[in-house]
Protein backbone atom coordinates (compact mmCIF):
# COMPACT_ATOMS: atom_id res chain seq x y z
CA UNK A 1 0.00 0.00 0.00
CA UNK A 2 0.96 3.56 -0.91
CA UNK A 3 0.52 6.82 0.97
CA UNK A 4 0.90 10.15 -0.17
CA UNK A 5 1.59 12.39 2.80
CA UNK A 6 -0.71 15.85 2.57
CA UNK A 7 1.60 17.98 3.05
CA UNK A 8 5.32 17.63 2.03
CA UNK A 9 8.22 16.21 4.72
CA UNK A 10 5.31 15.78 7.16
CA UNK A 11 4.31 12.49 8.66
CA UNK A 12 1.74 9.84 9.45
CA UNK A 13 0.70 8.51 12.87
CA UNK A 14 -0.58 5.26 11.66
CA UNK A 15 -3.06 3.22 14.21
CA UNK A 16 -4.23 -0.81 14.01
CA UNK A 17 -7.39 -1.61 15.22
CA UNK A 18 -10.90 -3.71 14.57
CA UNK A 19 -13.73 -2.73 12.35
CA UNK A 20 -16.43 -2.19 14.75
CA UNK A 21 -13.55 0.59 16.60
CA UNK A 22 -12.79 3.80 15.33
CA UNK A 23 -8.97 4.18 15.15
CA UNK A 24 -7.49 6.82 17.50
CA UNK A 25 -4.02 8.18 17.62
CA UNK A 26 -4.13 10.68 20.52
CA UNK A 27 -3.45 7.29 22.53
CA UNK A 28 -2.37 5.13 20.60
CA UNK A 29 -0.53 4.43 17.16
CA UNK A 30 2.56 4.38 15.23
CA UNK A 31 4.51 7.56 13.69
CA UNK A 32 5.92 6.73 10.14
CA UNK A 33 7.72 9.31 7.61
CA UNK A 34 7.77 9.55 3.67
CA UNK A 35 10.42 8.26 1.81
CA UNK A 36 10.40 4.93 3.73
CA UNK A 37 8.87 1.10 3.43
CA UNK A 38 7.60 -0.14 6.75
CA UNK A 39 6.83 -3.88 7.44
CA UNK A 40 4.01 -4.73 10.18
CA UNK A 41 3.49 -8.12 11.50
CA UNK A 42 0.21 -7.94 13.39
CA UNK A 43 -1.40 -10.27 15.77
CA UNK A 44 -4.93 -10.80 17.08
CA UNK A 45 -5.49 -10.23 21.05
CA UNK A 46 -8.81 -10.24 22.97
CA UNK A 47 -9.25 -9.26 26.62
CA UNK A 48 -11.73 -10.07 28.84
CA UNK A 49 -11.92 -8.01 32.00
CA UNK A 50 -13.83 -8.58 35.90
CA UNK A 51 -16.48 -6.32 36.21
CA UNK A 52 -17.17 -4.57 39.88
CA UNK A 53 -16.41 -5.82 42.60
CA UNK A 54 -13.74 -7.84 41.41
CA UNK A 55 -12.61 -5.76 38.81
CA UNK A 56 -13.06 -1.91 37.33
CA UNK A 57 -14.53 -2.20 33.84
CA UNK A 58 -18.14 -1.00 33.03
CA UNK A 59 -20.49 -3.50 31.57
CA UNK A 60 -23.00 -1.03 30.84
CA UNK A 61 -20.94 1.06 28.07
CA UNK A 62 -21.25 -0.90 24.65
CA UNK A 63 -21.66 1.91 22.02
CA UNK A 64 -20.67 5.31 21.27
CA UNK A 65 -21.34 8.05 18.52
CA UNK A 66 -17.93 5.91 16.90
CA UNK A 67 -19.28 2.33 16.79
CA UNK A 68 -18.63 0.58 19.64
CA UNK A 69 -17.25 1.24 23.02
CA UNK A 70 -13.40 1.49 23.71
CA UNK A 71 -11.23 3.94 25.28
CA UNK A 72 -10.44 5.21 21.98
CA UNK A 73 -13.79 6.02 20.96
CA UNK A 74 -14.23 7.57 24.72
CA UNK A 75 -11.31 9.68 23.63
CA UNK A 76 -13.16 10.99 20.49
CA UNK A 77 -15.87 11.71 22.37
CA UNK A 78 -14.39 13.68 24.57
CA UNK A 79 -12.75 15.83 22.16
CA UNK A 80 -16.12 16.70 19.84
CA UNK A 81 -17.56 17.47 23.92
CA UNK A 82 -14.49 19.69 24.42
CA UNK A 83 -14.32 21.29 20.77
CA UNK A 84 -18.35 21.90 20.79
CA UNK A 85 -18.31 23.58 24.19
CA UNK A 86 -15.39 25.76 23.12
CA UNK A 87 -16.05 26.76 19.60
CA UNK A 88 -19.72 25.06 19.24
CA UNK A 89 -18.79 22.80 16.66
CA UNK A 90 -16.43 20.06 16.27
CA UNK A 91 -13.94 18.87 13.52
CA UNK A 92 -15.18 15.77 12.07
CA UNK A 93 -19.15 14.46 12.21
CA UNK A 94 -18.82 11.32 13.72
CA UNK A 95 -20.33 8.09 11.98
CA UNK A 96 -23.24 7.57 14.51
CA UNK A 97 -24.15 11.40 14.64
CA UNK A 98 -27.18 10.90 17.32
CA UNK A 99 -25.90 13.88 19.23
CA UNK A 100 -26.80 16.28 16.09
CA UNK A 101 -23.19 17.58 15.97
CA UNK A 102 -21.84 19.98 12.88
CA UNK A 103 -18.78 20.06 11.97
CA UNK A 104 -16.56 23.50 11.82
CA UNK A 105 -16.00 25.69 8.50
CA UNK A 106 -13.25 26.60 7.89
CA UNK A 107 -13.34 29.95 9.06
CA UNK A 108 -14.47 28.30 12.35
CA UNK A 109 -11.92 25.93 12.60
CA UNK A 110 -8.52 28.09 11.66
CA UNK A 111 -9.97 31.17 14.31
CA UNK A 112 -10.94 28.46 17.26
CA UNK A 113 -11.24 24.60 16.16
CA UNK A 114 -7.62 23.87 15.91
CA UNK A 115 -6.06 26.12 18.82
CA UNK A 116 -8.62 24.34 20.97
CA UNK A 117 -8.14 20.79 19.75
CA UNK A 118 -3.69 21.17 20.38
CA UNK A 119 -5.69 22.78 24.58
CA UNK A 120 -7.45 19.12 25.07
CA UNK A 121 -4.28 17.31 23.29
CA UNK A 122 -2.10 18.89 25.21
CA UNK A 123 -4.68 18.49 28.68
CA UNK A 124 -4.90 14.59 27.68
CA UNK A 125 -1.19 13.53 27.54
CA UNK A 126 -0.90 15.19 30.84
CA UNK A 127 -1.17 12.42 33.68
CA UNK A 128 -2.47 15.01 36.30
CA UNK A 129 -4.87 16.38 33.82
CA UNK A 130 -6.09 13.06 31.62
CA UNK A 131 -8.79 11.68 33.95
CA UNK A 132 -10.45 15.27 34.81
CA UNK A 133 -10.57 15.95 31.03
CA UNK A 134 -11.72 12.70 29.98
CA UNK A 135 -12.46 10.00 32.31
CA UNK A 136 -13.01 7.18 30.22
CA UNK A 137 -13.58 3.76 31.87
CA UNK A 138 -11.72 0.17 30.34
CA UNK A 139 -14.51 -2.06 28.42
CA UNK A 140 -15.40 -5.58 29.50
CA UNK A 141 -14.33 -6.91 26.26
CA UNK A 142 -12.26 -5.43 23.65
CA UNK A 143 -10.16 -6.88 20.58
CA UNK A 144 -7.05 -5.50 19.38
CA UNK A 145 -3.81 -5.39 17.74
CA UNK A 146 -0.42 -5.98 18.22
CA UNK A 147 2.08 -4.40 15.93
CA UNK A 148 5.74 -5.31 15.09
CA UNK A 149 7.66 -2.84 12.76
CA UNK A 150 10.71 -2.89 11.01
CA UNK A 151 11.09 0.12 8.53
CA UNK A 152 14.07 0.86 5.73
CA UNK A 153 14.48 4.32 3.41
CA UNK A 154 13.27 3.28 0.20
CA UNK A 155 15.84 2.71 -2.70
CA UNK A 156 16.31 4.56 -5.68
CA UNK A 157 16.25 1.66 -8.26
CA UNK A 158 12.12 0.43 -5.80
CA UNK A 159 11.36 3.93 -6.49
CA UNK A 160 12.12 4.14 -10.16
CA UNK A 161 9.96 0.46 -10.55
CA UNK A 162 7.32 2.56 -8.69
CA UNK A 163 7.12 5.71 -11.14
CA UNK A 164 7.57 3.43 -13.87
CA UNK A 165 4.02 1.63 -13.44
CA UNK A 166 1.31 2.98 -14.99
CA UNK A 167 -1.01 1.84 -12.24
CA UNK A 168 1.12 3.93 -9.84
CA UNK A 169 1.27 7.01 -12.28
CA UNK A 170 -2.50 7.36 -12.39
CA UNK A 171 -2.76 6.74 -8.05
CA UNK A 172 -0.06 9.82 -8.21
CA UNK A 173 -1.53 12.19 -10.29
CA UNK A 174 -5.13 11.42 -8.53
CA UNK A 175 -3.34 12.49 -5.42
CA UNK A 176 -0.77 15.47 -6.52
CA UNK A 177 -1.67 18.39 -4.88
CA UNK A 178 0.57 21.41 -6.84
CA UNK A 179 -0.64 24.47 -4.15
CA UNK A 180 0.76 22.57 -1.48
CA UNK A 181 4.37 21.73 -3.86
CA UNK A 182 3.55 17.96 -3.88
CA UNK A 183 3.97 16.82 -7.82
CA UNK A 184 5.21 13.45 -9.16
CA UNK A 185 7.26 14.55 -11.75
CA UNK A 186 9.94 11.74 -11.29
CA UNK A 187 11.39 9.03 -9.01
CA UNK A 188 12.89 11.86 -6.37
CA UNK A 189 9.32 12.87 -5.75
CA UNK A 190 8.41 9.94 -4.39
CA UNK A 191 11.03 9.74 -1.90
CA UNK A 192 10.24 13.12 -0.93
CA UNK A 193 6.43 12.20 -0.33
CA UNK A 194 5.35 8.36 -0.53
CA UNK A 195 5.51 6.01 1.72
CA UNK A 196 4.95 2.41 1.55
CA UNK A 197 2.79 0.32 4.32
CA UNK A 198 3.10 -3.45 4.10
CA UNK A 199 0.84 -5.06 6.84
CA UNK A 200 0.78 -9.12 7.18
CA UNK A 201 -0.44 -11.47 10.42
CA UNK A 202 2.73 -12.80 11.80
CA UNK A 203 -0.03 -15.91 13.05
CA UNK A 204 -3.62 -16.98 12.71
CA UNK A 205 -3.86 -17.65 16.66
CA UNK A 206 -5.42 -15.47 18.45
CA UNK A 207 -4.11 -14.37 21.81
CA UNK A 208 -7.07 -14.66 24.87
CA UNK A 209 -6.33 -13.03 27.91
CA UNK A 210 -8.92 -13.35 30.74
CA UNK A 211 -9.26 -11.41 34.13
CA UNK A 212 -10.19 -13.43 36.47
CA UNK A 213 -10.52 -13.07 40.67
CA UNK A 214 -8.20 -15.48 42.77
CA UNK A 215 -8.76 -13.95 45.61
CA UNK A 216 -12.25 -13.40 47.07
CA UNK A 217 -13.52 -12.59 50.35
CA UNK A 218 -13.97 -16.58 51.21
CA UNK A 219 -10.32 -17.26 50.36
CA UNK A 220 -9.70 -14.52 53.26
CA UNK A 221 -11.79 -16.17 55.92
CA UNK A 222 -10.28 -19.41 54.90
CA UNK A 223 -7.07 -18.11 55.58
CA UNK A 224 -7.65 -16.66 58.51
CA UNK A 225 -8.91 -19.59 59.96
CA UNK A 226 -6.04 -21.46 58.58
CA UNK A 227 -3.72 -19.17 60.63
CA UNK A 228 -5.37 -19.44 63.68
CA UNK A 229 -5.41 -23.29 63.66
CA UNK A 230 -1.51 -23.85 62.99
CA UNK A 231 -0.64 -21.26 65.88
CA UNK A 232 -3.51 -21.20 68.01
CA UNK A 233 -4.79 -24.82 67.96
CA UNK A 234 -8.84 -23.11 66.75
CA UNK A 235 -10.85 -24.26 64.80
CA UNK A 236 -14.49 -23.94 64.79
CA UNK A 237 -15.46 -26.43 67.38
CA UNK A 238 -13.01 -25.09 69.95
CA UNK A 239 -14.11 -21.56 69.60
CA UNK A 240 -17.52 -22.94 70.09
CA UNK A 241 -16.46 -24.95 72.80
CA UNK A 242 -14.74 -22.27 74.35
CA UNK A 243 -18.14 -19.83 74.17
CA UNK A 244 -20.24 -22.35 75.83
CA UNK A 245 -17.18 -22.77 78.71
CA UNK A 246 -17.32 -18.79 78.72
CA UNK A 247 -21.26 -18.56 78.91
CA UNK A 248 -21.04 -21.53 81.72
CA UNK A 249 -18.72 -19.49 83.62
CA UNK A 250 -20.58 -16.28 83.20
CA UNK A 251 -24.04 -17.85 84.34
CA UNK A 252 -21.84 -19.91 87.41
CA UNK A 253 -20.63 -16.99 88.74
CA UNK A 254 -24.27 -14.77 88.62
CA UNK A 255 -26.01 -17.81 90.34
CA UNK A 256 -23.17 -17.96 92.64
CA UNK A 257 -23.98 -13.71 93.23
CA UNK A 258 -27.37 -14.11 93.64
CA UNK A 259 -27.24 -16.92 96.03
CA UNK A 260 -24.71 -14.80 98.19
CA UNK A 261 -27.04 -12.00 98.39
CA UNK A 262 -30.01 -13.88 99.11
CA UNK A 263 -28.28 -15.51 102.11
CA UNK A 264 -27.42 -12.07 103.48
CA UNK A 265 -31.10 -11.17 102.64
CA UNK A 266 -32.22 -13.88 104.70
CA UNK A 267 -29.53 -13.64 107.51
CA UNK A 268 -30.66 -9.87 108.01
CA UNK A 269 -34.16 -10.82 108.68
CA UNK A 270 -33.14 -13.36 111.18
CA UNK A 271 -31.48 -10.48 113.04
CA UNK A 272 -34.43 -8.34 112.53
CA UNK A 273 -36.91 -10.47 114.10
CA UNK A 274 -34.19 -11.82 117.28
CA UNK A 275 -34.00 -7.99 118.17
CA UNK A 276 -37.54 -7.39 117.98
CA UNK A 277 -38.07 -10.55 120.23
CA UNK A 278 -35.68 -9.49 122.48
CA UNK A 279 -37.87 -6.11 122.71
CA UNK A 280 -40.63 -7.54 123.39
CA UNK A 281 -39.56 -9.17 126.26
Known sequence: MCISADQPQYGYT??????????????????????SIYKVDLSLKKETREPPPGGNCNASLTT???GAYSEGSCIHECKDKYLLEECGCINMVPPQNYLNYSSCTIRQWAEC????????SEKYRDPNLADDICPCNSPCSETHYEAQLSSSSLSPAYTETLFASSYIKGYLSRVSQPEFDIVYNSSDDILKNVMVLEILFSSMVTSEIQQVVTYTSANLLGDIGGVLGLFCGAS??????????????????????????GSERTDEVVNEEREREDKEL
Not at 113 to 120: C, K, R, T
Not at 246 to 251: C, M, R
Open 236 to 261: VFTIAEFLQLLLSSVQKHCLADLCRK
Open 64 to 66: TTY
Open 14 to 35: VAFHDSVYHGVTLNSGYYMSPG
Open 113 to 120: GLSAYLNF
